[in-house]
């Protein structure tokens, strides 16, 4: 199961996306939490901490700067670039998945 929050800002997209993810996950399914916004706290929604979240901002800006590889698979990028938040979620901060393999989120 794929789901997208989208909406104007201030709109609750990031809070929306929290509740989803962390119920989704207390229910046992394995689930990924990707912030593509410009403004990512859904780490912060999460409950991994404004400094988790920090560095996993600066890691995104790095890897669109060219700064860091970016991973060949979404599988590579959420190993390398994600992070495990409370209740099961795993959150990685992207801007864009490059050459997607089927099934890439």
Do not use: W, Y
């Amino acid at each position: 199961m794929k789901i997208a929050i989208v909406g104007k800002g201030g709109s609750g997209k990031t809070t929306t996306s929290a509740i989803l993810a962390r119920t989704i996950a207390r229910s046992g399914r394995t689930t990924l939490a990707l912030d593509c916004d410009s403004n990512p706290n859904l780490g912060i929604s999460l409950g991994i901490g404004e400094l988790e979240t920090e560095r996993l901002i600066s890691v995104r800006d790095a890897v669109d700067a060219g700064e860091e590889q970016h991973p060949a698979t979404a599988d590579e990028l959420v190993t390398n670039f994600g992070v495990d938040a409370p209740d099961g979620v795993r959150l990685a901060v992207v801007t864009a998945i490059q050459n997607p393999e089927p099934g890439c989120p």
